[in-house]
């Protein structure tokens, strides 16, 4: 798995509902430790200055993720389903099942989260990250992936992740919570440019590119 | 799947949308309860386990020749069902409250943890204050499974199980008076029949929008609508004749009505003499009916005389037939009868009425109600010329303190004109029944249909020995003797427990409040009606039985309640050692709860539409989907404690033990109980149960079954069933006419259940001929509030009937979005307030910050509070409720007379909330 696949992946990690052993590696620093090493080799410049270790007991930690994340009066403040930050919930879960429908991506929304929780998306980010880094060992159609990436992440990720990040920095009283919400914006943004960058360089010289 | 597809080849976004999905399921659907009258069907898309979306399908055949269908049925709430499904309120797991009541702060544990921890709860509540201490709200919003399974976890450990109809203020005392049951509804396709259609106490604008094309239909036929309102409610715009009345003096408007009915000659005579005790003889001097105790020795205290006007002698007016035979009653007239005690003058009850009725001419009525007198006189004519409905009352006049004399005002009229009993006439309540297989699975031992056949033998036996001694008595009347004397179920009026436990007790006493002809105080009227045993079997929980855990399963109760939420929070909470919500989100009362737990929602269960003869079908809703997380429907959350607590029960060594009402309960064995022996968990069988049960009683097709209604998706009913309210509708269902209640009343003279027999106009308990109140009268509405100069009254918010959707973003965005009264032009003038400016709205009893909406559509003085906002929508969490008392009439604790006496829905003390009195006040913001 790439660097930017995993990072993917780590990201899904911290948005899961928090087990206990994966609470345990945010307050020992494994995930600090991880990000630092994922982040160089997949060229996300990363802050030194985030501090992404809990500093607070799996309770508090557990209380405060449903408190953000899970209910509350009206709804959860912080909700984790991209659908509730667009106009129609239905047509964002359509539109992301029907990207997972594509690409093969497992899912099963009873047993699991809804198709739009940010988890699934960041997990399917990595699941086309893996399509996009097998297809160009094998000379197969790596472009598939990396456009759909693209505006997966455009049309996705990149329209929401900001104003979630912003309800946790306004709503959350634990700095991991925040921390966690910046960095993730910093880097869907980076990946967004990035894959953009990618994508508009492979359409305008294919050649070149390959090369 | 597109040939790209199928490669992965993608180049843009439109490849994914490329391919068609075809559903992997199309089920049907309704949204079951909290839009009664609700059963719409609707069709339901589903992929992936996801439901995409619902339609409304109803394709119901014509029913009467020349009457337009009930095609097409739905709303916005139901169009949208699937944005509440996947709204951010939803509850997914059982969640524990780590912080403080009402902090937010939870943690998720299993089924099992919270199961433990709340049997723990029960068994210690029992031991401590008995099973009286353990309390449920009464949710509307149960469903199917929420309402058998709480009734019979309720019943197996013998806690109280509070009246919905109380909770939710759907009573219609005047009519119960009146009728002997507050409950006529006819079929929605009957309005067509009307001639001239009231919109009275009601906003089907808002409120009964599937159902809302008929009174279009019945104008295009040439109906007069008229809307009778304070405000100009958005469904004055779709009436003939606006009639703008003052708040609360509805009962004035009906009896002026009467009076020129009366006046003119228009009495329909025969129907009056029949239906009514308008021709039975009473004694003006005790406002009593002569009776044949004052008549023969040993005589009967509830047999009633006429006059006859052919004898010319006082006869016996028949207890088991409205029809009169050789005897021509006079129906008004003074006449000296011989009793034992010798000659007495006696009045027809007409004739007593009548002196009263000369107070509300049309003019006298316009200066209390502000209604022209050329209105009042032709709006008088017309109904007693014409087929005449109050469509949409659904009670909400009951809502009033004095909501009983409104009633019992306006059935006067209709009485007097032949309103009811025919089709296009009547007024409407809220009704349930016909679907009998909901208790007799509560019932039964076994799957099959010996045990129904056993219960219809047995009510057959018990119906011949009734007979035996009182050979005038009916299969409908028996009925509800029967549910007055079943107290074994634990539902009881919630008014003891908010009296005692709840904070409602201060200003119930406050007397301030109430009308002027409560002669003593609150308390003595209470304690008269405990000592004498009025309320025997229902009057709990008693002072000593402190509540200490409360289950609510499908409501609201922080939200629903008058005196609002931080009355609760200060009387009862601190009370309570357990608190557990049932729900599908975090409604108010689940935030302040120590358990949240997570339950299916429409789609995610089985369901049934309420049934109802509104719609005159049973409409299914069926599992599209899985519930999501660890949500479980009711039923099952129910099992899962009663299996915990036998569990519990058994290693505590906890034995039987008494309820204080005498039932026995055996914990240690209490789910194998509920399941019956592990016959009935799995909803489909319990399902299938109900409706061939049902089919077996009479009221669903012979060949009804789960797997018929899971094709078609409703199934229209064929007969009344078994049950009390659903026989008291007194009309049989037929398959090609709407269905008008009372009819049998009307055309084979069956008689009421009430004291009389007939409906009934004269009141004789002490209490009301005390108040003056033994006949029809109008009365201001007291000072509820104080004395304060704006009267608030409320309804139904737009889209959304009770409180389960007013916290979807998607309905909010529908309407303003939040919570706002609307006031009018000439008082924002006043008050200096700017549309959309937040106002304190405060009386003597709390007060609330919300914006106003200026509009002349409101009355001077009215402040229009649509109601179903949860409070956590308001500034500080103050609601509405917080300044509404929730009053209840000191009348409506009578009893010990005649059919005044408690049964499930009906006969009992409501709280009040129309014409509460407050100020409303800018807020000076502070530099
Ligand atoms: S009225 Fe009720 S049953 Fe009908 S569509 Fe609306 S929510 Fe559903």
Redesign the interface.
């Known amino acids: 798995m790439s660097a930017t696949a995993s990072l993917y992946r780590l990201f899904a990690d911290v948005y899961l509902f928090p087990e206990a052993n994966r609470i345990q590696s945010f307050i020992s620093g494994e995930l600090q430790r991880n990000f630092e090493k994922l982040a160089g080799a997949a060229g996300f410049q990363f802050d030194p200055s985030y501090s992404l270790i809990l500093d607070t007991t799996s309770e508090v930690f557990e209380s405060e993720f449903i408190a953000l994340h899970e209910v509350g009066m009206g709804g959860a403040p912080c909700a984790l389903h991209s659908g509730h930050y667009m106009r129609d919930r239905s047509k964002t879960m359509e539109e992301v099942l029907r990207f997972y429908r594509f690409f093969h991506f497992k899912h099963e929304s009873t047993t699991d989260h809804f198709p739009d929780h940010l988890s699934k998306e960041l997990k399917f980010m990595a699941h086309l990250e893996g399509q996009f880094g097998a297809a160009e060992l094998s000379d197969g159609d790596f472009l598939s992936p990396l456009l759909a990436q693209r505006d997966f992440i455009t049309r996705n990720l990149n329209s929401w992740v900001g104003e979630l990040a912003a309800f946790i920095e306004n709503r959350s009283s634990i700095s991991f919570n925040k921390e966690t919400g910046h960095l993730l914006v910093e880097f869907v943004t980076y990946e967004t440019q990035r894959l953009n960058q990618l994508a508009d360089q492979f359409t305008e010289s294919p050649e070149e590119y390959k090369a | 799947m597109s040939e790209q597809?199928e490669?992965?080849?993608?180049?843009?976004?439109d490849?994914?949308?490329r391919?068609n999905w075809k559903w992997d399921k199309v089920t049907w659907a309704s949204h079951c309860i909290d839009c009664y009258p609700g059963n719409c069907p609707m069709r339901v898309y589903v992929k992936?386990?996801?439901a995409?979306?619902e339609e409304p399908a109803a394709v119901f055949p014509t029913i009467e020749e020349g009457v337009p269908d009930l095609n097409p049925m739905g709303c916005q709430k139901g169009a949208g069902w699937?944005?509440t499904l996947?709204?951010?309120?939803r509850?997914?797991?059982p969640?524990k409250r780590?912080?403080e009541r009402g902090e937010?702060?939870?943690?998720?544990v299993s089924w099992d943890e919270a199961a433990t921890d709340i049997a723990d709860s029960i068994l210690d509540a029992i031991e401590e204050k008995g099973a009286e201490s353990v309390i449920a709200p009464s949710g509307c919003n149960t469903h199917t499974w929420g309402t058998v399974g709480r009734q019979m976890f309720m019943s197996s450990i013998g806690g109280l199980t509070m009246d919905v109809n109380a909770e939710m203020n759907d009573f219609a005392p005047g009519h119960y008076l009146t009728y002997g049951v507050f409950d006529p509804v006819s079929s929605i396709d009957d309005w067509f029949h009307a001639g001239v259609i009231l919109i009275w106490n009601g906003n089907p604008a808002y409120t009964r929008i599937p159902h809302y094309h008929f009174i279009a239909e019945a104008r295009y036929k040439g109906a007069d609508i008229y809307t009778i309102a304070p405000d100009a409610s958005p469904s004055a715009v779709h009436a003939d004749y606006h009639l703008g009345i003052k708040p609360g003096t509805d009962a004035a408007f009906a009896l002026a009505m009467a009076q020129v009915v009366v006046e003119e000659g228009l009495i329909e005579e025969q129907f009056a003499r029949e239906q009514t005790d308008l021709p039975l003889l009473m004694n003006p001097d005790t406002s009593r009916y002569l009776r044949e105790s004052e008549m023969e020795e040993g005589g009967a205290g509830d047999q009633f005389y006429v006059w006859d006007e052919i004898t010319q002698k006082a006869v016996k007016a028949s207890r088991g037939t409205l029809f009169w035979g050789d005897v021509e009653p006079a129906l008004t007239g003074e006449f000296t009868v011989d009793t034992i005690a010798g000659p007495v003058k006696l009045q027809t009850v007409l004739s007593a009425m009548i002196p009263r009725l000369q107070e509300y001419t049309p003019e006298a009525a316009f200066e209390i109600c502000d209604i022209h007198p050329d209105t009042i006189r032709k709006l008088a004519r017309k109904i007693a010329e014409r087929p005449t409905k109050v469509v949409c009352s659904l009670s909400n006049a009951g809502k009033h303190y004095h909501g009983d004399l409104i009633e019992r005002s306006m059935l006067l009229l209709f009485g007097l004109t032949g309103n009811w009993g025919r089709k296009g006439t009547g007024v409407q309540a809220w009704t349930t029944g016909m679907f009998d297989g909901w208790f007799t699975v509560a019932m039964k031992q076994q799957r099959g249909p010996a045990e129904v056949a056993a219960i219809a033998d047995m009510q057959d036996a018990m119906f011949e020995s009734a007979k035996q001694q009182d050979p005038t008595i009916t299969r409908p009347i028996l009925a509800i003797e029967m549910a007055k004397m079943s107290t074994s179920s634990g539902m009881v009026p919630p008014f003891f427990f908010w009296f005692h436990h709840a904070g409602c007790e201060g200003a119930w006493k406050n007397r301030d409040w109430h009308d002027p002809s409560m002669k003593r105080s609150f308390e003595e009227y209470f304690d008269e009606a405990v000592d004498e045993n009025w309320w025997d079997g229902v009057d709990y929980p008693r002072k000593e039985q402190t509540p200490r855990v409360l289950i609510e399963c499908g409501g609201n109760v922080l939200r629903r309640t008058r005196g609002g939420s931080k009355m609760l929070l200060k009387h009862l909470w601190p009370d309570l050692n357990m608190i557990v919500s049932m729900d599908i989100r975090?409604s108010?009362t689940a935030?302040y709860s120590d358990y949240?737990l997570p339950i299916a929602n429409q789609y995610e269960k089985i369901g049934f539409g309420i049934p109802s003869t509104h719609t005159m079908n049973l409409t299914f809703c069926d599992r599209a989907?899985?519930p999501?997380g660890e949500a479980v429907n009711e039923w099952e959350a129910f099992r899962r404690l009663s299996e915990k607590l036998e569990q519990r029960a058994k290693e505590r060594g906890f034995e039987g033990y008494a309820d204080a009402r005498g039932g026995e309960h055996q914990l240690q064995n209490c789910h194998s109980n509920f399941t019956r022996d592990g016959l009935f968990v799995d909803e489909d069988i319990i399902a299938d149960e109900m409706i061939r049960d049902s089919a077996m009683l009479g009221s669903l097709p012979a060949n009804a079954s789960l797997e018929e209604i899971r094709r078609k998706g409703y199934f229209r009913w064929e007969g009344l069933g078994v049950s009390a309210r659903a026989l008291n509708q007194a009309t049989d269902p037929q398959p090609d006419e709407t269905f008008a209640p009372y009819r049998d009343r009307v055309e084979k003279g069956e008689p009421w259940p009430t004291l009389s027999r007939r409906a009934q106009f004269l009141i004789e308990h002490p209490w009301f001929i005390e108040a003056d109140e033994h006949l029809p009268t109008h009365k201001n509405p007291p000072k509820i509030g104080g004395d304060h100069r704006f009267q608030i009254s409320s309804g139904h918010n737009r889209w959304s009937i009770h409180s389960l959707n007013t916290?979807n973003?998607l309905m909010l965005e529908t309407h303003r979005g939040a919570p706002h009264v609307v006031i009018n032009d000439q008082d924002a003038a006043d008050l200096g307030v700017e549309d959309n400016e937040e106002v304190r709205v405060y009386n003597d009893q709390g007060e609330f910050f919300v914006p106003v909406l200026i509009s002349p559509s409101a009355q001077p003085g009215q402040v229009v509070m649509y109601n179903g906002f949860?409070p956590?929508?308001f500034t500080d969490w103050k609601s509405p409720n917080d300044a509404e008392p929730g009053m209840i009439k000191w009348l409506h604790m009578a009893g010990g007379y005649g059919h005044l006496k408690y049964w499930g829905t009906q006969w009992q003390p409501c709280p009040v909330m129309r014409n509460t009195y407050a100020s409303i006040e800018k807020i000076q913001l502070s530099e």
């Open positions: 597809a490669k992965g080849q993608y180049r843009g976004v490849d994914i949308y391919e992936d386990g996801i995409w979306r699937t944005r996947y709204g951010k309120e509850v997914m797991y969640l780590v912080g937010g702060k939870w943690k998720r975090m108010m935030l949240v989907i899985e999501p916290a973003q949860e956590y929508q």
